[in-house]
Nanobody, 124 residues
Framework: QVQLVESGGGLVQAGDSLRLSCAAP????????MGWFRQAPGKEREFVAA????????YNEAAVQGRFTISSDIAKDLVYLQMNNLRPEDTAVYYC?????????????????WGQGTQVTVSS
């Protein structure tokens, strides 16, 4: 079991930026693919972005529209989600997750390890 801890959420205004962080156990990023998902009230969990252990990134472009960037710092065992130009529709609980290499990165079922989530609220 991989324990993940998200941080960095908060209440911001539309147009603001936030950077979410996900702390992973040592060496996790060198083995697992890492993803960010979000879940708004009354909606299903939605894929946001993923980064493979070798570096390639995948985004839900319909949702983020070029505003979000996923990155990782292997030396610090951290995964980031930089979110710019936030909108009220980005309001959700954001989850970090880890999946074995080779599994579909956009599919929540590929991820066996999840953090507790961090709340992001964007006011208009």
């Amino acid at each position: 079991q991989v324990q993940l801890v998200e941080s960095g959420g908060g209440l911001v205004q539309a147009g603001d930026s936030l950077r979410l962080s996900c702390a992973a156990p040592r060496r996790t990023l060198g083995w697992y693919n890492m993803g960010w998902f979000r879940q708004a009230p009354g909606k299903e969990r939605e894929f946001v972005a993923a980064i493979s252990r070798s570096g390639p990134r995948t985004y839900n472009e319909a949702a983020v529209q070029g505003r979000f960037t996923i990155s990782s710092d292997i030396a610090k065992d951290l995964v980031y989600l930089q979110m710019n130009n936030l909108r009220p529709e980005d309001t959700a609980v954001y989850y970090c997750a880890a999946a074995p290499p080779g599994s579909p990165s956009r599919v929540a079922g590929s991820y066996a390890n999840w953090g507790q989530g961090t709340q992001v609220t964007v006011s208009s």
